[in-house]
C-alpha cells in the first residue's frame, strides 16, 4: 500500500511538472504566432489548438479501451508497432493521464487565452469599443463557440477511440516504436521486462 501511494505521489509530481512546462512553453508559442499575425490567421490557430486536444483526448479514450490480446498475436508475427502497442494498453492509466489531463487541458487553457488575444486583435481593427454591446456579443459569441467546439469535438472524438481503439494504438505504437529506434528515445518503458529483472535479483538472492 506504501509502495503504490509512494508510486503515486511521484506520478502526480512528474505530471505537474510536465504540465507546467508544457503550459509554458504552449503560451509562449501562442502568443508570439498571435502577436505577429492577423485575426483571421489567429483564429485559425485557435482551431488549430483545440483540435489537438481532441486529438490527444482521443488517443486517451483508445488506450483505455483497447484489449491487449489482438496485439500478442501481431507480435509474435513481429508486427512493427505491435510490442509497442502492448506497453500503451499496459501502462493506459498513465498513458491517458498525459493525453487526456496533461495536452488536453492544457489545449484548452490556451485555446481560451488565445481567444482573448484575437478578441483583443478583432476589437483593435474594427475599432470597437471595449464595452460596447457589439465587444461584448462578439466576446461571449467566439467564447461559446470555442467552447462548443471543443466539447463536441471531444465527444466525437471518444466515439471513435472506443469503436476503433484496436486501430488507432496501433498506429500510435508504430509511430512511438519509431522513435524509439531511431533516435533511442524510450518514451513509455516495459515494465514486463521491469518485472522480470526484479524477479530474477529476487531469485539471485534467495
Not at 119 to 135: A, H, M, N, Y
Amino acid at each position: 500500500m506504501n509502495e503504490l501511494l509512494k508510486k503515486s505521489i511521484q506520478f502526480s509530481i512528474s505530471i505537474a511538472v510536465i504540465t507546467f512546462v508544457l503550459a509554458a512553453i504552449f503560451a509562449i508559442i501562442s502568443n508570439i504566432v498571435l502577436n505577429e499575425v492577423t485575426w483571421g490567421i489567429g483564429i485559425f490557430v485557435v482551431l488549430i489548438i483545440v483540435l489537438i486536444g481532441i486529438f490527444f483526448d482521443m488517443l486517451g479514450i483508445a488506450s483505455t479501451a483497447a484489449d491487449e490480446t489482438p496485439f500478442h498475436a501481431m507480435a509474435a508475427k513481429k508486427v512493427h508497432g505491435a510490442k509497442y502497442s502492448i506497453r500503451i494498453v499496459r501502462n493506459a492509466d498513465r498513458f491517458a493521464s498525459f493525453c487526456n489531463d496533461v495536452i488536453g487541458d492544457i489545449s484548452g487553457i490556451i485555446s481560451g487565452t488565445a481567444m482573448a488575444v484575437v478578441l483583443i486583435q478583432l476589437t483593435v481593427d474594427f475599432g470597437l469599443d471595449k464595452s460596447s454591446v457589439i465587444e461584448y456579443s462578439l466576446s461571449v459569441f467566439m467564447t461559446s463557440l470555442i467552447a462548443a467546439l471543443t466539447v463536441g469535438g471531444k465527444g466525437f472524438g471518444k466515439s471513435i477511440a472506443i469503436r476503433y481503439s484496436k486501430d488507432i494504438i496501433f498506429q500510435v505504437g508504430k509511430v512511438l516504436q519509431f522513435v524509439e529506434d531511431k533516435f533511442r528515445i524510450v518514451i513509455i518503458k516495459d515494465t514486463k521486462v521491469k518485472k522480470k529483472k526484479k524477479n530474477t535479483r529476487l531469485t539471485e538472492n534467495n
